[in-house]
């Protein structure tokens, strides 16, 4: 199946610091991209989705000048998180979908996610 | 997007088939039934998805009842790392731009 990565895994970073975090589609091209979050014990959030060469839709909630997403490429998305506080401490898993005629059922694929510790 | 409801654990031994149920009572004709589970600390993985007819992979089945308003998914050998949180998600079509919403899932453990 198609392959996303994430990088960095894990990052612990200040308060009041910005963290930026890559998602990848290796083996194909992603128009969309979708960024969650989750928290200990809870299941996945949707923050945004972002198209290429587009702005990111934010869903309800989410603070777009906090959580800054750029899909400037077919296979590269970017999160950044400005200004980190503890409470923003969370596992952030990125999604890619082919799209297109590429895709044969524009499923999801998912990244293996990035920890984030703010202290 | 439907709402579906799941169990919120089940516990199956290794070697047996695992039914994963699944309701989704108000969903309507052009939702489709997609399947994902998420190991520990991994990100989501697809498993399997289907309209109407029930559907087969090499990881599972699927199996949707004629009205539509519930599903099971099938592991018929379960091992060990088939341990994770099963999410059942119906979702509008098939486009890239369609997102998925995440309940709370099924915890299935598998034991020894």
Redesign the interface.
Known sequence: GAVVSQHPSWVICKSGTSVKIECRSLDFQATTMFWYRQFPKQSLMLMATSNEGSKATYEQGVEKDKFLINHASLTLSTLTVTSAHPEDSSFYICSASPGGASGSYNEQFFGPGTRLTVL | DAKTTQPPSMDCAEGRAANLPCNHSTISGNEYV?W?R?IH??????II?GLKNNETNEMASLIITEDRKSSTLILPHATLRDTAVY?CIVRVG????Y???????TLLTVNP
């Open positions: 997609y994902y998420q600390s991994q990100g989501p993985q697809y998805h999410y098939r486009s890239s731009n997102k998925l919403t995440f309940g709370k899932g």
